[in-house]
C-alpha cells in the first residue's frame, strides 16, 4: 500500500471510530437513574442504571421489580418518594444479573427478597452475596409458579426454564394486566444468552412460547430494559427467536461454520426487521456450544 494509501486507510478507520462514538448503536452506555413513569393505576418503572424497575404501590407497601446496578438505592428510593410514603416491603430479583439485583443490599435487612430457585443458586455464587451480604440473597423462591399477597394486590411469579438464565422469573400484576419480563425479553433484539449462569439459546425459543401460551390476561409488558410494550410483542418475541435458533440449528447441522451461522441471522427476515442482531456472533457460539454438547 502507498504511503497515500496507508493514510487513507487511517482516515476511513478514524471515521469509522468516531462515527459509532457519535452514534451508539441500539446498546448506549446505560444512562443513570431516569425519573418514575406511570405505566398503571398502582404500577410504576424506574428505568436506567441496569434493568427497569418496577414499583408496585401495595396495600402494605411497596413491591420492587429488580434494582439496578448497585449504588442505585438511594436514587431508586427517591423516585418512589415522588409517588408514595410507604415503604418498601419486599423486593422481587428476574434473575441473578448485577444489573438486575446490584442494590439489594442498599435497602434494609428486613425487606423480603423473592427470586426463582436457579437465580438464588447463582447469586449465592456472586462475591456480591458473601459473608454479612449474604443477608440481601433471596428469603423465599418457587420452582415454577408462586403467588404473592392477594385481591388487587396479588402477584403472580412464573418459571418456565432456561433462557437468558436458569432463573429467569417472569412477574405478573394480574389485577393491572401487566407483566415485568426481565431479560427473558429484556429488547427487541438477539439476547443474551449466558451459558455460565445455566442460560440456553436451544431452550430459548420454548420458554418464551410456553410463556406466551401460559400466562394469561397481561395486555402489557414491562421489558427489562426497554420500554413498555404490548403483549403482542412479547408473544411475537418468541416467534422472533423460534426463527433465530432454527437458523442457527440448521447451520449446526449443515456444518457451517460459525461465521456463516452468525450472517444467517444477521439479517432477519421482514416481519422481524424492527429486531436488532447485534449479538448474532455471540447466540451461534452459545448454540453451536450447546449442540456440541
Ligand atoms: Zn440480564
Given at each position: 500500500?502507498?504511503?497515500?494509501?496507508?493514510?487513507?486507510?487511517?482516515?476511513?478507520?478514524?471515521?469509522?471510530?468516531?462515527?459509532?462514538?457519535?452514534?451508539?448503536?441500539?446498546?448506549?452506555?446505560?444512562?443513570?437513574?431516569?425519573?418514575?413513569?406511570?405505566?398503571?393505576?398502582?404500577?410504576?418503572v424506574?428505568?436506567?442504571?441496569?434493568?427497569?424497575?418496577?414499583?408496585?404501590?401495595?396495600?402494605g407497601?411497596?413491591?420492587?421489580?429488580?434494582?439496578?446496578?448497585?449504588?442505585?438505592?438511594?436514587?431508586?428510593?427517591?423516585?418512589?418518594?415522588?409517588?408514595?410514603?410507604?415503604p418498601?416491603?419486599?423486593?422481587?430479583?428476574?434473575?441473578?444479573?448485577?444489573?438486575?439485583?446490584?442494590?439489594?443490599?442498599?435497602?434494609?435487612?428486613?425487606?423480603?427478597?423473592?427470586?426463582?430457585?436457579?437465580?438464588?443458586?447463582?447469586?449465592?455464587?456472586?462475591?456480591?452475596?458473601?459473608?454479612d451480604?449474604?443477608?440481601?440473597?433471596?428469603?423465599?423462591?418457587?420452582?415454577?409458579?408462586?403467588?404473592l399477597?392477594?385481591?388487587?394486590d396479588?402477584?403472580?411469579?412464573?418459571?418456565?426454564?432456561?433462557?437468558?438464565?436458569?432463573?429467569?422469573?417472569l412477574?405478573?400484576?394480574?389485577?393491572?394486566?401487566?407483566?415485568?419480563?426481565?431479560?427473558?425479553?429484556?429488547?427487541?433484539?438477539?439476547?443474551?444468552?449466558?451459558?455460565?449462569?445455566?442460560?440456553?439459546?436451544?431452550?430459548?425459543?420454548?420458554?418464551?412460547?410456553?410463556?406466551?401460551?401460559?400466562?394469561?390476561?397481561?395486555?402489557?409488558?414491562?421489558?427489562?430494559h426497554?420500554?413498555v410494550?404490548?403483549?403482542?410483542?412479547?408473544?411475537?418475541?418468541?416467534?422472533?427467536?423460534q426463527?433465530?435458533?432454527?437458523?442457527?440449528k440448521?447451520?449446526?447441522?449443515?456444518g457451517?461454520?460459525?461465521?456463516?451461522?452468525?450472517?444467517?441471522?444477521?439479517?432477519?427476515?421482514?416481519?422481524?426487521?424492527?429486531y436488532?442482531?447485534?449479538?448474532?456472533?455471540?447466540?451461534?457460539?452459545?448454540?453451536?456450544?450447546?449442540?456440541?454438547?
Amino acid at each position: 500500500m502507498s504511503r497515500q494509501g496507508i493514510l487513507s486507510a487511517i482516515v476511513v478507520v478514524g471515521l469509522a471510530v468516531a462515527g459509532v462514538a457519535a452514534q451508539p448503536p441500539q446498546r448506549p452506555r446505560i444512562p443513570p437513574t431516569g425519573a418514575i413513569k406511570h405505566v398503571r393505576d398502582n404500577l410504576y418503572v424506574i428505568p436506567g442504571a441496569g434493568g427497569n424497575t418496577t414499583v408496585f404501590v401495595a396495600q402494605g407497601g411497596v413491591v420492587l421489580v429488580d434494582t439496578k446496578l448497585p449504588n442505585n438505592g438511594e436514587p431508586i428510593l427517591k423516585q418512589v418518594r415522588t409517588v408514595t410514603d410507604k415503604p418498601v416491603t419486599m423486593i422481587i430479583n428476574t434473575h441473578s444479573h448485577p444489573d438486575h439485583i446490584g442494590s439489594n443490599a442498599e435497602f434494609p435487612a428486613t425487606v423480603d427478597i423473592i427470586a426463582q430457585d436457579n437465580t438464588k443458586a447463582n447469586m449465592e455464587k456472586m462475591d456480591a452475596f458473601k459473608g454479612d451480604k449474604a443477608q440481601f440473597l433471596p428469603k423465599r423462591t418457587f420452582k415454577d409458579k408462586m403467588t404473592l399477597l392477594s385481591g388487587a394486590d396479588q402477584i403472580d411469579l412464573y418459571y418456565f426454564g432456561p433462557g437468558h438464565t436458569s432463573g429467569d422469573a417472569l412477574i405478573v400484576f394480574p389485577a393491572l394486566r401487566v407483566m415485568h419480563a426481565g431479560d427473558l425479553f429484556a429488547w427487541k433484539a438477539l439476547p443474551i444468552m449466558d451459558r455460565n449462569n445455566g442460560g440456553s439459546g436451544i431452550a430459548y425459543p420454548e420458554t418464551l412460547q410456553k410463556a406466551a401460551g401460559a400466562i394469561k390476561n397481561v395486555d402489557s409488558v414491562i421489558p427489562g430494559h426497554s420500554p413498555v410494550m404490548p403483549w403482542s410483542t412479547f408473544v411475537e418475541y418468541g416467534q422472533f427467536m423460534q426463527w433465530a435458533v432454527d437458523t442457527v440449528k440448521q447451520a449446526a447441522r449443515d456444518g457451517k461454520t460459525e461465521a456463516d451461522a452468525a450472517a444467517a441471522i444477521k439479517t432477519p427476515p421482514d416481519r422481524f426487521k424492527d429486531y436488532t442482531t447485534e449479538r448474532a456472533a455471540a447466540n451461534v457460539t452459545a448454540i453451536y456450544g450447546e449442540v456440541k454438547k
